[in-house]
C-alpha cells in the first residue's frame, strides 16, 4: 500500500480516484461544509493570525484545495493549508499548500481525515477449530492460513473492543494500530478540532466476519496485497476516540453545516430558470452526501482538542 510500489505511491495513473469515489469527489458542498466548519474552529480560537487546515491522506490534493477556495476573503487570508500525503506532490497543486509526510505538530485549527483510518494496516484475526482467535496471514495472491494465536496488547484489544466468540470462522480487525494513528494525529493539534470521516462501526454493529476488500477501477475486489488496489476495512471509531470525542454520522453533520437536500422551490423555475436548475443540482448531491444506506451513514468522529464543543454548533452523539 505504502511502499515505493504500493497502490498509494505508484507513478502515474489517476490517483486514489480513479478507483473509488468519496464524499470529496462526490460534490464540491463537501469541502464548502468542512470550509465553513474550518470557519466555526477560527471563531472558536479567537481569529489566530495562523489557521492551519491539515487534510490527511490528501489524495491529489483535492479536498485541501477546494476547501481553501471556499473560505471567505478574511479567513483565507490567515489560512495554512497542509496535505499530508506519501504519494509525490500533484506538479498543479496551488503553491500556498504545504506538501508533507506527517502532519505538522503545534497547529491551530482544524485537522480533517476523510477515509484515511480505513487504510491504516490492521491485523485480521479469525477464531479456529478450538475457538481461539488466530492471526490471519496472507501471502502475496492473496491466498491465506492462519497463523499464531492472538496475544498481548492485541489480545487486550480485542478482548475490550470486538470480543470473538468462540465459534470457527467468526473474524475482527484488530484497530489497534489505528487508535494509535489517531492519537498521534490528534495530538499534533495543540487548539483546535480533529476530525475522521470513514465508513465505521460501533460496538453494537461489529460485522461477524469482518470487513476488509480490495477496490480498483470503482469495483470491489478481493483484498490481494500486490499493489495494484486499495485495501480496506471499516473502521471502528469507538476504539479510536479518545477523552472527550464523539461519533456522529455524516448525515446529522453535514446538516449542521448547512447542507440540505431540500428541493428548491418551483416558482424559482419561473423567475430564474438557471439557479433553479443550479439549485437542484446541488440538492442531489447533498442526498448524495448524506443518503442513508451510503455516504450518508459514515461515521464523524469529532474531538475538540482546547476549544468548547458548543462553540462549533456540532451535532450530539
Known sequence: MYGPCGFYRRPGGPGPAGHFRTSVHASPLFAAAVARLL???????????????????AGRGELVTGVL???????????????VERADRPDELDPRIAWLPSPPEGVAGLLFANE???????????????????????????TERLGEPVAGAEAEWLARWWPLPAEEGLR????????????AAVGCVDHGLAVAVDYAHTAGTRPPFGTLTGFRQGRETAPVPDGSRDITAHVALDACALPGASVVTQRAALRALGVSAGRPPLALAATDPTAYVRALAGAGEAAELTAPGGLGDFGW?????????????????
Open 116 to 142: 484515511w483510518l480505513d487504510n491504516v494496516p490492521v491485523d485480521v484475526a479469525e477464531v479456529d477449530a478450538e475457538g481461539v482467535p488466530r492471526r490471519v496471514l496472507v501471502h502475496r495472491d492473496g
Open 172 to 183: 475482527a480487525e484488530i484497530g489497534l494500530p489505528r487508535d494509535r494513528a489517531w492519537a
Open 301 to 317: 468522529l469529532l474531538q475538540p482538542v482546547g476549544v468548547p464543543r458548543d462553540a462549533l454548533g456540532l451535532p450530539d452523539a
Open 69 to 83: 477556495e471556499a473560505l471567505p476573503a478574511d479567513v483565507a487570508a490567515r489560512a495554512r493549508g497542509y496535505a
Open 39 to 57: 470557519c466555526r474552529v477560527d471563531a472558536a480560537l479567537g481569529h489566530p493570525a495562523d489557521l492551519a487546515f491539515v487534510d490527511m491522506a
